[in-house]
C-alpha cells in the first residue's frame, strides 16, 4: 500500500516554515498549525525513526510516546538526502532538486551520491563541491538563511563530517555549525546553541538508529536498545531547555526490513536497455538508452508484476510524487522509468553496490513504514 506525500499540509517540508511562523517571519505560514510561539526552538531530526515503527514500540520510548504527537510525511523518495532538503529548503523535491540518493545530472556521465556528494562508483572518492557547486545546485535560500536575516540565531549541531559537506551547503546552510562527537556532547551543544541570542533556532541530528536498522533491521532487539537510547537523549534534551522554549523530535524516513532481492547485476532482462541505475533498493531511478523508455517500463513491468510500481517519469510528475511543481531542469535529473516498492522487496546490485546489498533494513518507497514519520513536542 503506497500513501501520498502530504506536501504543503502535513510534511516534513512544511516543518521549519511552520516554525519561522511561529518566530513571526514574515513571509511564512504556520502549514502545519503549530500554534508555537517561542524564542528557542530546536528541531532534533532522528534518522530512521518511523511513526509506525514507534508507535509500536512505547515501553522503548515512554518519553516520546508520552508526548503530544503528529504524524508527518516524508517526500518521495523517502531517503536522508531528499528528506533532509526538504526540511532545510522547506520545498518539496520537485523544487529543491535532490531528488534521491543517486542521481544522475545532465550533462554528466555518471552517478551522483547526492548524501556524500561524491560519484558512485569504483576508485578513490572524489569531492565534486568545486565541480558541481551545492549553491548553485540548489540554489533557493534556506530556512536556515531566512531564519538568520531576520535577527533569529541559528545553529546546527552534527557530527563534524557534515560541516561544510555539499549537502549541507545545498540544503542546510545558513547555520553556525557546532560540531557532536558524542550522545552527551550533542545534548550538551544542544543546551548552549538554544542559548545563544534573543532568539535561537537550533537543528541538531542523530543517526544511530538509522545505522542499526540497515545493519540490523528496524524489527531486531538492537533496534529496541538503539529506540530507548533515543528516547533518553530526547528526554536529557528537553530536561535542561531554557525557559520559554520547544522541543521538536521528528525524522527523515522509516524503514522495512527485505524479504526478497532482486539483483540488477545478474538480471540480463533487468539491465536491456538500461544506461544507469540509480536511487536505492526501495525506490530506483531508471536512465534508459535513448528511445528506450517505453520498452525498459514493459519489461520491468512484467518481470517485478505487482510488487514494484513501475512508472515513466512523465507520470510520476503528474502523480505529485515529487511535489505539485517539477522545476524542468529538476525533472531532467529524474530517471526515464522510475520504480517503487510495494511490498518488502528490493532492487538491489550485489556488483556495484555490495555494502547496500547485505543491509537488512531499507527505505525510500511510499509505503506507510517508510513514508510516514513523527512530530513530537515539549514545551518547557
Known amino acids: 500500500m503506497f500513501n501520498a506525500p502530504r506536501y504543503g499540509t502535513g510534511s ?23 500554534g508555537i510561539a517561542a524564542d528557542r526552538v530546536c528541531v532534533l531530526l532522528i534518522d530512521g525513526l518511523g511513526a509506525s515503527a514507534l508507535a509500536a514500540n512505547p515501553g522503548a520510548a515512554p518519553f516520546l510516546s508520552g508526548l503530544a504527537s503528529a504524524t508527518l510525511t516524508a517526500g518521495f523518495p523517502s531517503t536522508t538526502a531528499t528528506s533532509l532538503s526538504s526540511l532545510g529548503v522547506g520545498v518539496p523535491p520537485g523544487e529543491h532538486g535532490i531528488i534521491g540518493y543517486l542521481v ?17 562508483g569504483e576508485g578513490p572518492r572524489v569531492d565534486l563541491r568545486s565541480e558541481l557547486v551545492p549553491e548553485q545546485f540548489q540554489p533557493t535560500a534556506t530556512v536556515f538563511e531566512r531564519a538568520a536575516a531576520h535577527g533569529i ?18 540544503s542546510l546552510r545558513g547555520c553556525a555549525f557546532r560540531d557532536s562527537f558524542s550522545v552527551g556532547d550533542l545534548i550538551d551543544g544542544i543546551g548552549i546553541a538554544l542559548r545563544t541570542g534573543t532568539r535561537s533556532l537550533v537543528y541538531a541530528y542523530h543517526a544511530d538508529l538509522d545505522t542499526t536498522g540497515h545493519a540490523r533491521g528496524p524489527a531486531s532487539d538492537a533496534w529496541l536498545l538503539e529506540l530507548a537510547h533515543v528516547d533518553r537523549l530526547a528526554a536529557e534534551i528537553a530536561e535542561r531547555l531554557p525557559p520559554d522554549a520547544a522541543l521538536l523530535v521528528t525524522a527523515d524516513h522509516g524503514m522495512v526490513e527485505l524479504d526478497e532481492r532482486i539483483d540488477f547485476d545478474h538480471h540480463s532482462e533487468l539491465r536491456a536497455g538500461v544506461q544507469q541505475l540509480g536511487g536505492e533498493p526501495r525506490a530506483r531511478h531508471v536512465y534508459t538508452e535513448p528511445g528506450a523508455a517505453q520498452d525498459v517500463a514493459a519489461a520491468w513491468h512484467e518481470i517485478l508484476g505487482t510488487d514494484f510500481a513501475v512508472l515513466p517519469r512523465a507520470e510520476v510528475i503528474d502523480r505529485g510524487w515529487f511535489g505539485p511543481i517539477v522545476a524542468p531542469h529538476i525533472a531532467d535529473r529524474i530517471g526515464d522509468v522510475v520504480v517503487a516498492a510495494r511490498t518488502a522487496h528490493g532492487i538491489i546490485r550485489s556488483g556495484a553496490e555490495p555494502i547496500q546489498s547485505m543491509m537488512i533494513g531499507h527505505h525510500g518507497s511510499l509505503t506507510p513504514a517508510e513514508l510516514d514519520i513523527p512530530l513530537c513536542t515539549f514545551r518547557s
Request: aromatic content about 6%; cysteine-free; overall charge positive.
Open 104 to 120: 544522475r545530472v545532465p550533462g554528466q556521465d555518471r552517478l551522483i551520491n547526492t548524501l556524500r556528494w561524491s560519484p558512485h
Open 12 to 34: 516534513l517540508a512544511d516543518l521549519l516554515p511552520s516554525v519561522l511562523a511561529g518566530f513571526g517571519v514574515p513571509g511564512e505560514t504556520d502549514r502545519l498549525g503549530l
Open 153 to 170: 540565531t541559528v545553529t546546527q549541531v552534527a557530527p563534524s563530517y557534515q560541516n561544510g559537506s555539499g549537502l549541507t551547503r545545498a
